[in-house]
């Protein structure tokens, strides 16, 4: 089936005559009956067009998943009597319902901005992630979509759109009021992969330590060490003696050569 719920609204229990409280008998039967009266075959009252709606009314109303959110769609009430008012629960509700909202929106845009290529989360990924009922899910969603602040992709996964990512950088929500409707396992996953992280590094070093004194122990032939070793090593004293002795010799020889050429002057 081709998507019964889109496009211009159709009342399908008013189409085969039923009460939204009909059983499945009741239902088949229905559509029997009107499925006979508008075939395209009957030449007295067949109606191609009205035969098409028969059909998708039927194949709603016969699946219990389709029924069901038809009749949320047509906000049929299967409880007895007049609606009854929530009293003072309604009033501590408006500021949950905000809050949820807020905490909706940054889940989206975080999945947005970590998961660029895969941003949208599914309803099951939703549900998993956030404290709340499915009725107060819904409808925090029902409100984002009519302001434009989120969205469904053709998969009908949900994602947040531009004008709700400015709303929520133009009204920064405060982490106390968002947390607690984030459910402990949607934040697991950050904190292992931080902790794996910190866990590589730690390995990496000791890695980069085990290969720099591998061939040596205790980091003997590292540059410091070598250098150290070296100031430590007491001075070598054999050379520098040895020219210190040689050196005054020729001023000496110079002054004998100068007295013997002066005396041969002389004689």
């Known amino acids: 089936m081709s998507a019964p719920l889109a496009g211009k609204f159709q009342d399908h229990y008013a189409l085969l005559g039923l009460d939204p409280k009909s059983d499945s008998d009741a239902i088949q039967a229905a559509y029997t009956k009107a499925a006979e009266k508008y075939n395209p075959g009957n030449p007295d009252t067949g109606d191609q067009a009205k035969f098409d709606a028969v059909n998708m ?34 009033f501590d509700a408006l500021g949950r319902e905000t809050n949820l909202r807020v905490a909706l929106l ?48 053709d998969k009908s996964s949900l994602l947040i759109t531009v004008e709700g990512m400015d709303y929520l950088e133009n009204n920064r929500p405060a982490p106390e009021a968002v947390m607690p409707f984030i459910k402990p396992a949607a934040l697991a996953a950050s904190k292992n992969d931080a902790s794996k992280n910190d866990a590589s590094k730690n390995d990496g070093s000791k890695n980069d330590t085990s290969k720099n004194g591998a061939d040596t122990p205790n ?29 005054p010799e020729q001023p ?8 013997m050429r002066r005396t041969h002057t002389r004689t």
Request: net charge negative; hydrophobic share 40%; charged share 30%.
């Open 106 to 153: 940054c889940l989206l845009y975080d999945r947005r901005r970590t998961k660029p290529f895969t941003p949208s989360l599914s309803m099951r990924q939703v549900e998993g992630s956030l404290r709340s009922t499915e009725a107060e899910l819904n409808f925090a969603l029902w409100y984002l979509k009519q302001r434009g602040l989120a969205g469904q992709d």
């Open 252 to 259: 000496h020889k110079e002054s004998v050569r100068n007295f």
């Open 219 to 247: 980091g003997a032939d590292t540059p410091l060490a070598t250098l150290a070793n070296a100031l430590a090593a007491p001075p070598e004293e054999s050379e520098p003696t040895a020219v210190a002795a040689t050196e």
């Open 57 to 90: 009314a039927f194949e709603v109303l016969a699946d219990p998943a389709l029924r069901k959110e038809f009749d949320k769609l047509k906000g049929v009430d299967k409880d007895d009597g007049l609606p009854k008012f929530s009293g003072s629960a309604f």
